[in-house]
């Protein structure tokens, strides 16, 4: 579903990506975590196109990314991505946050559109706030919202690039159980997050990267498994937040 062969990225003389090659199959949750700094964000903002690369390739769903004669908003609307700030609109509703790119981009009725946005809605747990702007919500709720915005638009895979760590605490909670249950119905993700139990519950396997560079991609019992980590900076790393 995602193949990621050999990208490099530099910015000036300062290499971000360093040679990294991983994949997500169909209906894998594959955990990225690494220190600040390592090129975790960037990485997995390649594979959306929201941050071009000089070397390597990545393909999503037989669409070459880096090729000039891709149509990425047709291949964004295909990988939905949630950011660690929300990035909803502020001037729109709820609702309308969630129909926009559905009648703009998918050509939907507005009907269908808000057909679905309810449904999404309940399923997150926010219908009664459908009329609500996001600055009346709470973190958690536009959160939420983020993740059901990005499933009004049917993607294929899923990018999450620290979707919990600009919340407080107690809210962190109900934005990863809406990412379970997406994992367990089988959607394809790639998700950025130091939450070790979520990668426990539902990660199939765990890249590890360090300076731009994936210094391992293992399955996730593996990860855990201390003794049978390779680099010592992934022990490190993995000391300090278990
Ligand atoms: P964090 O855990 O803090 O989110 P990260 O692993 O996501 O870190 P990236 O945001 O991908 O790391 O950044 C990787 C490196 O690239 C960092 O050293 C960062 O300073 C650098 N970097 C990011 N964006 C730019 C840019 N636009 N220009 C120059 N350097 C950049
Ligand atoms: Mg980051």
């Known amino acids: 579903m995602i193949e990621i062969k050999h ?14 090659t991983t994949s997500v199959a169909k209906g894998e949750v594959v955990v990225v975590c690494g220190p600040s700094g390592s090129g975790k964000s960037t ?25 000039a004669k891709t149509d990425l908003p047709k291949l964004r609307s295909k990988v939905g991505m949630v950011f660690q700030h929300f990035e909803l609109f502020p001037h729109l509703s709820v ?14 009725g507005k009907d ?10 309940d399923r997150v747990g926010l219908k009664a706030h ?22 009004s638009m049917d993607p294929i895979a ?19 159980d809406v990412m379970v249950d997406l994992a367990k119905e089988g ?8 939450e070790m139990g979520f990668a426990r519950k539902v990660a199939h396997r765990v890249v590890f990267m360090d300076g731009g560079k994936i210094v ?13 980590l390779r680099s010592e900076r992934a022990r490190h790393f993995l000391s300090k937040i278990l």
Request: some cysteine; glycine content about 6%.
């Open 7 to 20: 990208v490099s990225k530099w910015y000036g003389s300062f290499q971000v990506l360093a040679d990294c």
């Open 43 to 67: 990485l997995i903002k390649t594979v959306n196109a929201l941050e071009p690369f000089q070397e390597g390739e990545i393909v999503v769903d037989g669409i070459s990314v880096g090729d």
């Open 95 to 108: 609702m309308d946050n969630l129909t926009l790119a559905q009648v703009k981009v998918l050509g939907r």
């Open 112 to 121: 269908e559109a808000a057909e679905r946005a309810r449904k999404l809605l």
């Open 130 to 151: 459908q009329e609500k702007f996001p600055g009346q919500l709470s973190g958690g709720q536009q959160q939420r919202v983020a993740i059901a915005r990005a499933l």
């Open 158 to 176: 899923m990018l999450f690039d620290e979707p919990t760590s600009a919340l407080d605490p107690e809210m962190v909670n109900e934005v990863l």
């Open 187 to 194: 959607m394809t993700m790639m998700v950025v997050t130091h």
């Open 216 to 228: 391992e991609d293992t399955d996730k019992d593996a990860f855990f498994d201390p003794s049978a």
